[in-house]
């Protein structure tokens, strides 16, 4: 029998190194990925190759049971299972299952509404990067058992070492075990593991089915995709799909598929997307005799003399449903196959050497968050099947699947029977937020309790509780050169309306991530730095931290990450509204000073500008103490990430850096607006106001900046406390040079107002992302952080400058005397002369 990896492996010079049984478990492929060009294709894994059910499940379950003995009945019962999306759901809950006594979860690329995240990382090689960890208890990760994570394949080991990273950082425990059906590390990776393994001070197992290598000539990628290219110009993108065979009608005229009502078993979800309890597939088990023979009388043509060949058709993350239906079809003595679509875009070859023949493609059809784009399904037209179940999610019965072009009619089109099983989404039901006792001793009879998430922001409801009111039912966008005008003419205050969300291009979303990774490490060292200096200044006490929202936010939800890593402290942390020229939220204050001792108040933001907001928190205070019904005793010192302006002595770093939560808007701040402050909105008892951009959730990136940094914190430890002790020690008096300096732009240009002057590469950020931007003064030698900013310049018609003895990296200077005339016909700001 021809081996499936030869028609890459003899045009690539790929070679498949390893024990007998390797061949028969991978087949090779090629794919338009810019990340990596040949794909594994397993044989077992029940994604890309139709296979047998039981044998995709047993695969994963004799697995499972391997963990099981591995750990033992004890800690197997303390134990949670990790899949991956999307190829590894069915596996990681067949794992799940083998083990027998752990609950599972898969992470996602489908954000849910109302769901918070308990976490998300990146997969380096992947076509469609982000997972999210959406569990519907919160305490799913929390616990400090042993965690499994399972994978197809274990490559490079980058993307389980990130996973294990992020949540270690956010849940450490002692113990982790991963499994993949196949081992494939190269000898320069074999000593990740241990190595990883070390540093985070904990026990990481790996578990295979078989093991080997794939060893990869030079210049592959570019020869791969060189190939890929070459074989589309001459047969076309999509393949071949093979002739269609003649279709038996079905029932119902119009329609290409028979429905088949499944009697799924209620309250049991659709699979581990929010978890998956072992009580849930004892219901599941105890349901499926009856579902299959639901779907085999559908699946039998009304002329059929025998039970047809069958293929069970899953959906992209949902594998388990349809295996488990597929695996009872084959117990009722079907002769059943089974695999399910995907995302991933795979070269079709009809070639008995070419692990991927034919495929179909067709377009999305469940509303994807990152929008709509081509779906596929390999290895099913021309294979011979005489009828075919397609199991989706009720979020996926769509039109687009129902229509003209989408998978029924595809399926039809190549198989003489489609039946249609529509499993039915699970909607978590979250529980509500409860504060803890030391957290609120006593209510205010007035104001209200804190807005959390999941119904008002992105993050985890303990990461940050917001002393705001949501507005998001208020259409309060306006274009950027109408609240400009508005603004400089007096009319209104720039708190009164909202920019139109910045919606990054891919260009954008590049630098972001280049930025995130470059400079994960230094926001870390800050972070622990600045953190550390609160705890130090406030010996014996419990710090109360209050971010200025929304930039001072994801500073503040990493301070109480660091504190809870390093110190197991569980500090409080809230929200509130700052606005320039009108104050702080003298409510929220009133409501700290409730529940709370203001002297352990601790008010944090991203960085410093030229001090406005410093001076503004001051003024403030004073003003709000000085009231008849005023509490006292809040500190108005504001702790920083960065301080290039000195203007405060608790700060990470007084360097002028890119931190890349300035370079996007609610995307990167929990998918929250910046405040609103209008008399007909708030009113005297009201919270300051701001919106929550649910319909964000898929450019939503706020849990990946903080795990990204978060995971760096063991590594910059023993910097930050050298850091501390020569800060502690050091004369941290503000020198205000930044002001200074911002007074003599203004004068020098013309400007005569420092409010348009803003320092710092995060306020040149908001210039260029919120106001109607003049020119930009870049520092000599500072291009390292200002490759977002130059971009956003770029976009926006605003000359960059260059120019010598300058406190900030850069400065954003906002057009002056603006009118709406000060703008092309394009929105670009005008080039000065």
């Known amino acids: 029998m021809v081996w499936t990896g030869t028609w890459v492996a003899e045009r690539l010079g790929v070679e498949l190194i390893g024990g007998e049984e390797l061949p028969a478990l991978l087949g090779l492929a090629l794919r338009r990925n810019p990340k990596r060009a040949h794909l594994l294709v397993s044989s077992v894994l029940g994604k890309h190759v139709p296979q047998r059910p039981s044998v995709v499940y047993g695969s994963g379950l004799d697995l499972g049971r391997r963990v099981r003995e591995l750990l033992g009945d004890e800690e197997a019962a303390r134990s949670v299972v990790l899949g991956y999306a999307e190829t590894a759901t069915a596996l990681g809950h067949a794992v799940a299952d083998g083990l027998g006594l752990a609950p599972y979860l898969h992470s996602t690329r489908r954000p849910v509404a109302g769901v918070a995240r308990a976490g998300g990382f990146e997969e380096s090689h992947s076509h469609a990067t982000s997972h999210l960890l959406l569990p519907e208890d919160p305490k799913l990760l929390a616990g400090g058992g042993p965690l499994v994570l399972v994978d197809d394949e274990f490559s490079t080991g980058n993307t389980v070492l990130n996973t294990i990273r992020a949540l270690h950082a956010r849940y450490p425990r002692e113990r982790y075990v991963v499994v993949a059906l196949v081992d494939m590390r190269s000898a320069a990776d074999l000593g990740r593991l241990d190595a990883f393994a070390e540093e985070i001070g904990a026990r990481v197992d790996l578990l295979s089915a078989a093991a080997g290598t794939v060893r990869l000539p030079e210049g592959v990628l570019e020869r791969g995709q060189a190939l890929v290219a070459e074989h589309e110009r001459a047969y076309g993108s999509t393949g071949s799909a093979g002739p269609a065979p003649a279709l038996t009608p079905t029932p119902a005229p119009g329609e290409v598929a028979v429905r088949v009502e499944l009697g799924w078993p209620a309250g049991v979800p659709d699979g581990g997307r929010h978890g998956f309890a072992p009580e849930h597939r004892e219901r599941l088990e105890a349901a499926l005799s009856a579902m299959a023979d639901r779907i085999g009388e559908a699946l039998r043509a009304p002329t059929a003399a025998a039970p047809p060949r069958v293929l069970v058709l899953g959906f992209e993350e949902l594998m388990y449903a349809p295996l488990r239906l597929a695996a009872a079809l084959e117990d009722a003595g079907h002769d059943v196959r089974y695999s399910t679509t995907t995302r991933s875009p795979v070269l079709a070859v009809d070639d008995p050497g070419y692990a991927i023949r034919t495929r179909l493609v067709f377009p999305a059809h469940d509303d994807p968050a990152d929008g709509p784009g081509e779906r596929y399904a390999y290895n099913v037209a021309g294979a011979g099947f005489d009828a075919v179940a397609l199991v989706v999610d009720s979020a996926a019965d769509t039109p687009e699947l129902h229509a003209p072009d989408g998978l029924l009619a595809q399926l039809a089109a190549h198989v003489p029977r489609v039946v249609l099983a529509v499993v039915p989404s699970y909607t978590p039901d979250v529980p509500s937020y409860t504060p803890t006792v030391s957290e609120a001793p006593e209510r205010s009879s007035m104001l209200p309790e804190p807005l959390r998430g999941p119904s008002f922001s992105s993050y985890a409801p303990e990461e940050v509780g917001w002393l705001l009111q949501d507005l998001s039912g208020v259409e309060l966008e306006a274009p950027t050169e109408e609240r400009e005008e508005a603004i400089q003419s007096g009319g209104a205050h720039y708190a009164e309306s909202l920019p139109v969300e910045y919606q990054p291009s891919a260009r954008y979303q590049e630098l972001f991530h280049s930025a995130l990774e470059s400079s994960a490490e230094r926001i870390a060292r800050a972070v622990g730095t600045v953190t550390e200096t609160v705890l130090a200044e406030r010996p014996g006490r419990s710090p109360v931290l209050v971010s200025l929202a929304r930039a001072g936010t994801p500073v503040g939800v ?127 008892n009201d919270f300051h106001g701001a919106k929550f951009y649910r319909e964000l959730a898929g450019a939503d990136v706020s849990g990946a900046f903080l795990d990204a940094v978060a995971a760096r914190f063991d590594e910059v430890a023993e910097t930050v406390e050298i850091d501390v002790k020569e800060l502690l020690a050091a004369d941290r008096t503000p020198t205000w040079e930044g002001w200074a300096a911002v007074e003599r732009i203004s004068e020098e240009y013309g400007i005569h107002d420092v409010n348009l002057v803003k320092p710092g590469v995060g306020e040149t950020t908001r210039v260029l992302l919120r106001r109607v931007p003049w020119k930009i003064l870049a520092k000599r030698g500072a291009d390292a952080d200002l490759a977002h900013v130059r971009l956003l310049a770029e976009q926006r018609g605003v000359p960059v400058e260059v120019v010598d003895d300058l406190p900030y990296s850069c400065v954003g200077l906002i057009h002056p005397q603006y009118t709406r005339g000060a703008t092309g016909a394009d929105g670009k700001a005008v080039v000065s002369q």
């Open 558 to 684: 990493l301070m109480r990450r660091w504190a809870q890593a390093r110190h197991g402290l569980d500090l409080p942390h809230y929200a509130v509204s700052i606005v320039r020229g009108r104050g702080i939220d003298a409510n929220a204050l009133r409501w700290l000073a409730a529940h709370h001792d203001p002297a352990d108040v601790v008010f944090v933001d991203g960085w410093t500008g030229k001090g406005a907001i410093t001076r503004e928190l001051a003024e403030a205070i004073k003003e709000f103490e000085a009231t008849s019904d005023g509490p006292t005793g809040f500190d108005p010192e504001i702790a920083v990430l960065a301080d290039p302006g000195s203007c405060v002595r608790t700060y990470g770093t007084r360097e002028d850096f890119l931190i890349p939560s300035a370079c996007l808007n609610s995307t990167v701040s929990g998918l929250i607006s910046r405040t609103v402050l209008r008399s007909d909105l708030v009113g005297p």
